[in-house]
């Protein structure tokens, strides 16, 4: 618990409320000015709103669903089924993963950029050549984290879960706390 809150939670929400000062007093030129640095500041802003709301919108969804009446995810026997039954709430699976594809894209840009922006403003990269391998690292490094995150929402809506394989063969299956599966088309 603590370590999700301390280390996790009030890191993320101070970082959030900063930001939000940072991109309410922050200007952008990018329409006078249309270079790439400007166009990083602006995209850097627009991705921080995105992923803040994504943030909310994602632990309203699966880590504090329970306080408003939705199962209790954390601790279940079987995660990965509970995690696709969980997309299968309250909009299709379509719409949440679209919505979690957003969110990705703009969480793992505003992840990258941040490296470089404070590699840059901590005086980490201090000439044109460091700046250079750092932005292509991060570039790589957000490749990376996009790729696995598709993956991960592919994962969740196409592959069936071990408990529903057990149930198929007569084995026992893990205990669902009374969530229905989400109705599959057929192919």
């Known amino acids: 618990m603590f370590l999700e ?7 993320l929400f101070y970082h959030a409320l ?3 000062v940072i991109a309410l007093t922050g200007k952008s030129n990018v329409r006078h000015y249309s270079y ?4 990083r500041y602006t995209l ?3 991705t921080g709103w995105i992923a803040f709301v994504f943030i909310l919108v994602h632990l309203g969804h699966f880590r504090f669903v329970h306080f408003f009446g939705g199962p209790h995810y954390v601790g279940t026997p079987a995660p990965f089924h509970q995690l696709q039954l969980g997309f299968s709430m309250g909009l299709p699976m379509a719409a949440w993963m ?8 703009a969480s793992v840009y505003h992840f990258a950029n941040g490296i470089v922006t404070f590699c840059i403003s901590w005086g980490i990269t201090v000439n044109d050549s460091s700046r250079q391998k750092v ?7 957000g490749v990376v984290l996009i790729a696995w995150g598709a993956m991960s929402l592919w994962a969740i809506a196409n592959v069936t879960p071990a408990t529903k394989l057990k149930e198929a063969s007569g084995a026992p299956a893990a205990e669902t706390h009374e969530m229905t599966p989400p ?3 057929s192919r």
């Open 98 to 105: 679209t919505i979690y594809m957003v969110g990705l894209v």
């Open 18 to 20: 900063f930001g939000v």
């Open 5 to 11: 809150f301390g280390a996790i939670i009030l890191p």
């Open 183 to 185: 109705a599959r088309a």
């Open 135 to 141: 932005s292509l690292a991060s570039a790589g490094l």
């Open 44 to 46: 850097q802003r627009l």
């Open 36 to 39: 790439a640095d400007n166009w």
